[in-house]
């Protein structure tokens, strides 16, 4: 068995000079306690030294990334000529190299415990059995060698060229603040002389260098501003210039504008020569996030994170509100309602999102970018040409234009909600035909009675079989006609007893009899004038439309034998409106009878109220003639205690002269003492 061994030094490839105590890997141990042992288990066959240390270093970044490098290809192909490659086997370390190396060269390689240990064992006697190096050497080899490959990893790191991004948006954003700054403060300083302008230039790197060729206000005319200003805009200027109401400066102080204004148009190139630059590297590192999100906000976003790996990292809800957390963790403080989106919002997508459909969006563009991330961040290929951002792109558009009703996929349920609303929408028609009267059929209970035929399909839906046009206008209006009084009397009764009862209930508590029986027969009265109307409405349509129907029958019994049903049928009709009448006759008798007994009931009533009247009437009298003595006693109670009031004034008067000579006699005792 071959053993190939790396070091810093070179390659080394030794032979196992007792294959037996391979089988018991946990005492393999004590075969290399001394370097002696050692020669004795394991013999070197062939040593390759490196060159450099750059050749050094690019072998052994080959060999980490498991590949066979051009210097260890060499060294193999010729240590393998000398020995025969069908009866050994080769102990390597590394499982990704020992596939690569059976692949090119056809020898069976080995790698498990046995060979790890069979490792440690040599390393641990690496000086003893390789001859012609130092020790100190080695060691040094090995220090160098590490220094050398850390150093070549930071240097072309893959994981670390977002670094570059995130200084680039970091100087891109102090850029523009210093710009505005910058600008403000050109302007500020100009408006002194010219101060129309600021409304008429509104873009800062156009009024820098307007202000840059121009030099005072009253340069305007000469100068030619075509290159910077359009047209209309020159001329707004130049008019301006004339009749300007700022103040006059001195050269020293244009100068020092003008030295400001170059300022802003330096750090304007700058500013988009480094989005250039960005844009570059973003579209290098990151080309699926850029495209759903776009350069600035997949830049700080990146930036925020840290690096590309760790936004890959963070789950699509983390990055939805990434930038927003000072809001998160007040919300959750104060537990009111957590934000929707933190840098996310600057996203070109999310902006196209109407106000109410923010939140949906921002949550979608969230998702599809972290998978856009970690499909950047961990893949081993490159997309290049971004096929998974423009499709996730695509996908994010056809849901913003679901929600917001413009795609023609969705539009099924858009026209269905367009449904719903205009029904929504449309006023209900109130139907002014009068409701079913099942009273009104007297035909039987066949459908050809109902519909006023006898006979045939289409007469039945039309209400006539075979007939002409008048005939179906007849009986359908005599019908209608003959309903509508039903209709009428049924809830004029209803009205009349409602009214009846609230009449008795005012005149129980009011008495007003005469009122009561007034309003009763104005009502009886005014029925009575309907039901005529009605009844000669009835007699005049009658004849003219029986004559119209009989004309058309005539005509078309000579053509078809179907007349007959139809005379039939008119027959049938003018019978059902005559016991209609009838019907109507008896209820308007029934009517009367019971407005009769009501009238007669509330006569009964209304004496009592009479009653009632009068011996009301007598209290009052009584009441009026109590008054007048009422009022007497009172003015004699007034008149007697007008008369009291100058006694008392009196006696009063009396008791104060008194009490004033008690004092002065009490006075003059005093001085007498």
């Not at 050692?38 to 498991?66: H, I, P, R």
């Not at 080769?90 to 059976?102: E, N, Q, T, W």
Request: contains cysteine; aromatic residues 4%.
């Amino acid at each position: 068995m071959l053993v190939l061994f790396e070091t810093a030094a070179g390659y080394a490839l030794f032979e196992v000079l007792k294959e037996g105590k391979l089988r018991e890997p946990d005492e393999l141990w004590k075969e290399f306690e001394t370097p002696e042992a050692a020669k004795k288990t394991v013999k070197l066959v062939d040593f390759q030294k490196f060159e450099n240390m750059s050749e050094a270093v690019a072998s052994v970044t080959d060999l980490l990334e498991g590949k066979l490098s051009k210097d260890l290809k060499k060294f193999l192909k010729e240590s393998f000529e000398k020995i025969e490659i069908s009866s050994e086997k080769l102990a390597v370390m590394d499982a990704k190299i020992g596939a690569s190396i059976s692949k090119k060269f056809g020898i069976q390689v080995v790698s498990n415990d046995t060979v790890t240990e069979l490792y440690r064992g040599i390393k641990q006697q690496l000086d003893a059995l390789i001859t012609g190096i130092k020790p100190d050497d080695i060691s040094q080899m090995s220090l160098g060698l590490s220094h050398s490959l850390s150093r070549h990893k930071l240097k072309f790191s893959p994981d670390k060229v977002d670094n570059m991004i995130i200084q680039a948006i970091g100087l891109l954003d102090d850029l523009d603040k210093e710009l505005n700054t910058y600008a403000m403060r050109v302007k500020e300083w100009y408006g002194w002389h010219f101060p129309e302008m600021s409304k008429i230039v509104v873009d800062n790197l156009a009024y820098a260098k307007v202000i840059k060729t121009m030099g005072f206000r009253s340069n305007a005319q000469t100068t030619d501003l075509s290159k910077i200003l359009p047209e209309d805009l020159e001329k707004e200027l130049k008019e301006a210039a004339e009749i300007s109401m700022g103040s006059e400066i001195s050269k020293e102080d244009i100068d020092n504008i003008i030295m400001g204004c170059e300022q802003v148009i330096n750090l304007t190139e700058y500013r988009a020569e480094l989005y250039e630059y960005l844009k570059n590297r973003m579209m290098a590192i990151a080309p699926n996030l850029t495209t759903i999100v776009g350069e600035l906000v997949g830049a700080r976003l990146i930036a925020h994170s840290g690096s590309l790996l760790n936004l890959a990292k963070h789950p699509a809800s983390t990055v939805q509100i990434l930038g927003a957390e000072k809001a998160l963790f007040r919300a959750l403080k104060t537990k009111n309602n957590t934000p929707k989106y933190g840098l996310i919002y600057h996203a070109s997508l999310v902006g196209q999102a109407a106000p109410k459909n923010k939140g949906k969006v921002a949550r979608l563009v969230a998702t599809k970018s972290s998978l856009a991330t970690r499909f950047d961040a961990l893949s081993e290929e490159k997309d290049v040409q971004a096929e998974l951002g423009h499709s996730n792109r695509k996908q994010i558009e056809k849901r913003i234009r679901i929600l917001e009703g413009r795609n023609g996929d969705s539009g099924t349920k858009t026209e269905k909600d367009k449904g719903k609303k205009q029904k929504k929408a449309e006023p209900k028609l109130v139907s002014t035909t009068p409701s079913y009267n099942p009273s009104a059929d007297v035909a039987g209970s066949n459908k050809s009675a109902e519909y006023g035929m006898a006979g045939s399909s289409k007469s039945a839906e039309y209400g006539a079989a075979g007939s002409s046009k008048s005939a179906e206008v007849i009986t359908s209006g005599i019908k209608r006609k003959a309903e509508d009084i039903s209709a009428e009397e049924e809830s004029e009764d209803s009205t009349s007893e409602e009214e009846s009862s609230k009449d008795n209930k005012s005149s129980e508590e009011s008495g007003d009899e005469e009122s009561s029986d007034d309003k009763s027969k104005d009502k009886s009265k005014k029925k009575k004038t309907k039901k005529r109307k009605l009844e000669t409405e009835q007699k005049k349509e009658q004849p003219s439309k029986k004559t119209k129907a009989k004309e058309g029958k005539d005509k078309k019994d000579k053509k078809e034998k179907k007349k007959k049903k139809a005379s039939e049928h008119t027959i049938v009709t003018s019978t059902n409106v005559v016991e209609l009448k009838e019907k109507g006759s008896k209820k308007r008798k029934k009517a009367e009878d019971d407005e009769e007994k009501e009238i007669s009931k509330s006569g009964g009533k209304a004496k009592k109220i009479k009653k009632l009247k009068e011996s009301s009437e007598k209290k009052k009298e009584k009441t009026e003639e109590m008054k007048p003595k009422e009022e007497k006693d009172v003015k004699k109670g007034k008149q007697k205690e007008k008369e009291k009031e100058p006694v008392k004034e009196v006696e009063m008067a009396e008791k104060t002269k008194t009490k004033k000579k008690d004092k002065k006699d009490k006075k003059d005792k005093k001085k007498a003492h």
